[in-house]
């Protein structure tokens, strides 16, 4: 999808080839993108050894020695549920504190299998073919030093894609399409969204699955709800065999 118009009764979507799609309902359903370290060997140890979701991943990394990169509930969730697995559970927090809620803080340090590399960046990733280790720096002084993991979790975030619609959209202060609870409809009358575009919580397949079907059900109920909807009186027949075509 490169341009979207969103604002016209017709709604116009262009993908990646040129085509030019068209309809009075669209479902925004493009999800979001995890944030990543941004390092070398990152992309290429992706399911070798590196995740981006412990509820995915986890139970492949049972009693291998895990890093969590991140400070926030995330890393915290994910630290605690991947220490049912593991062998032992390091998490790296570029700071000396958390930004994790209280009851998240305390169920991560009350976890014996939970230790914490404070005022610590991943500074390399080491591995060939698999992760093996990371190099992380100090933020205060700067020395590096080296740890043994064969798991690295890395949980700093997720980005929406909603790049293409935030001139057309109404998106809250993360970048989050917004929509009208406890319905899927998005700011722009016939445009509905769902999935992990709107979801700052769960961002799981059988979550966004939900919101989808949901957006479905409104997208059809606003569609036979429209006065200029293929039943309406004086309808021609052309007209009306175009809209359904459409529909």
Partial sequence: MTAVDLTSPVKTVTDSAGTVHRGRAVIVATGSQHRSLGLPRESTLVGRGISYCATCDGFFFREHDIAVVGGGDTAMEEATFLS????????????????????????????????????????????DGRLSGLSLRDTQNGDTREIAVTGLFVAVGHNPRTELFRDQL?????????????????????????GDVVDHTYRQAITAAGTGCSAALDAERYLAARTDHISAPGKTESHSREETAMK
């Fill in 170 to 194: 109404q998106t809250d202060a993360e970048s989050y399409l917004t929509v009208r609870h406890p319905s899927t409809r998005a700011s722009a009358d016939g445009v509905f969204a769902a």
């Fill in 84 to 127: 049912r697995f593991a062998r032992s559970v390091t998490v790296i927090h570029r700071r000396d504190t958390l930004r994790a809620s209280k009851a998240m803080q305390e169920r991560a340090t009350a976890d014996p299998k939970i230790t914490f590399a404070w005022n610590s960046v991943v500074s390399e990733i080491h591995g």
